[in-house]
């Protein structure tokens, strides 16, 4: 067992469940907090009724204050072009509705499935491509988990399951580990793969009892978490990051390329050494899934394929990201 004492970094004031149940959802709190014009608070407040406002106070303490350019603060503030309507971006860019076989499990690539197991998250990205997800209706969720399980169970091929939402962390260590406890029971599942973001907006969420769960199983646990900006890598992430792969956890990222975020050789070079630094290696670099409300960040892709070829030109192999772009309907990611 993982003694409480080895994670003394991870006593917050707050809980992992406080911190995310008291993340800030008005723009008013948000722009007052970091010191932005109030100017913009009417249009914050429109796009927010389309995509609602969550940003938790761990994340926001990484915002600096005062500038409206912070590739952080960027990622959450709801603008009012979202609401403009850009041809050819769309509310299921990704295809996932055509890929559901049950109420939240997608199917898209050969020996492997995508359980929707919640559809809350932590933080509101405004690039989100689930930001118009049916959630209510295409949730795996607890009344549901017996019949993605059956369906994962009636079927050999499928080697690895992947737990995404949402956020898959959003659950509690129980509700985790009675999902993960029935995936141990279904032979022919060896893998478990988790994409979340949680660790880097609420790195508290790494608990002693998350780690002792996915430390004890015969699955090879691997978890995908999404940082798009070395700024979002702090101690208080790297110490729970440590702990995840101390406890035998594999750990990838997976980045979304970001109009004015993320779009120049300088940070994507410190992303990827801030990540291997504390044993995260870089996997994918997306290039924007074309969801309505998010034209904004789109970098197009030539810009893309430059960016990516001097990234290369900077890094050891093992540190460069696969530039990919999914396409509904393929039987992998498309390599740009």
Same mark, same amino acid.
């Given at each position: 067992?993982?003694?409480e004492?080895?994670?003394?970094?991870q006593?917050p004031l707050?809980?992992w469940?406080?911190?995310?149940?008291s993340?800030i959802?008005?723009? %008013? &709190?948000?722009?007052a907090r970091?010191q932005?014009?109030?100017?913009?608070l009417?249009? %914050?407040?429109l %796009?927010?009724?389309? @995509?609602a406002?969550?940003?938790p106070?761990?994340?926001?303490a990484?915002?600096?204050?005062?500038d409206?350019?912070?590739p952080?603060?960027? /990622?959450?503030?709801?603008?009012a072009?979202e609401?403009?309507q850009?041809?050819?971006f769309?509310?299921?860019?990704v295809g996932? +509705?055509?890929?559901?076989?049950?109420?939240?499990i997608?199917q898209?690539y050969?020996g492997?499935?995508?359980?929707v197991?919640t559809?809350a998250c932590?933080v509101?990205?405004?690039y989100c @491509?689930?930001?118009? @997800?049916?959630?209510? +209706?295409?949730?795996?969720?607890?009344a549901?988990w /017996?019949?993605?399980?059956?369906?994962i169970?009636?079927?050999?091929s &499928?080697?690895?399951?992947?737990?995404?939402?949402?956020?898959p962390l959003?659950l509690?260590?129980d509700?985790?580990?009675?999902?993960? /406890?029935a995936l141990?029971a279904?032979?022919h599942?060896?893998?478990?793969?988790?994409?979340?973001r949680?660790?880097?907006? &609420?790195p508290q969420?790494i608990?002693?009892?998350?780690?002792?769960?996915l430390s004890?199983?015969?699955l +090879?646990? $691997?978890?995908?978490?999404h940082?798009?900006?070395?700024?979002?890598?702090?101690?208080?992430l790297?110490? %729970?990051?440590?702990?995840?792969?101390?406890s035998?956890?594999?750990?990838?990222?997976?980045?979304?390329?970001l109009?004015? $975020?993320?779009?120049?050789?300088?940070?994507?070079v410190?992303?990827?050494?801030?990540? @291997?630094a504390?044993g995260?290696l870089?996997?994918?670099?997306? +290039?924007?899934?074309k969801?309505?409300?998010?034209?904004?960040f789109?970098?197009?892709?030539?810009t893309a394929?430059t960016?990516h070829?001097?990234v290369r030109?900077?890094?050891p192999?093992?540190l460069v990201?696969r530039?990919?772009?999914e396409?509904?309907g393929?039987?992998?990611?498309?390599?740009?």
């Open positions: 067992m993982i003694s004492t080895v994670l003394s970094w006593r707050q809980s469940q406080q911190l995310q149940a993340a959802r008005d723009p %008013a &709190i948000l722009l970091l932005l014009p109030m100017e913009w009417p249009a %914050a407040r %796009a927010a009724e389309q @995509f406002l969550r940003v106070e761990p994340f926001l990484r915002i600096q204050p005062g409206p350019n912070d952080l603060l960027r /990622q959450v503030l709801p603008l072009i609401m403009e850009i041809p050819g769309v509310a299921d860019p996932d +509705q055509a890929a559901m076989v049950e109420p939240g997608l898209k050969a492997r499935v995508l359980l197991a559809g932590a509101h990205c405004r @491509f689930r930001r118009h @997800f049916p959630y209510t +209706q295409a949730n795996a969720s607890t549901h /017996q019949t993605a399980l059956t369906v169970a009636a079927d050999s &499928i080697k690895e399951v992947i737990l995404s939402g949402g956020d959003s509690s260590d509700r985790l580990n009675e999902l993960i /406890q141990l279904i032979p599942v060896q893998r478990l793969r988790l994409h979340t949680l660790p880097v907006v &609420i969420r608990t002693p009892a998350l780690l002792n769960m004890h199983t015969r +090879q646990t $691997i978890m995908v978490i940082a798009n900006h070395p700024n979002e890598i702090d101690a208080t790297r110490s %729970a990051l440590t702990s995840l792969r101390h035998g956890v594999t750990l990838l990222n997976q980045s979304v390329l109009r004015g $975020i993320n779009d120049d050789v300088a940070t994507l410190s992303l990827s050494e801030a990540l @291997f504390c995260v870089p996997y994918y670099l997306h +290039q924007l899934d969801v309505q409300g998010a034209a904004h789109e970098v197009d892709a030539d394929r960016l070829a001097a030109d900077c890094l192999g093992y990201p530039l990919v772009k396409i509904p393929m039987a992998a990611k498309l390599p740009l």
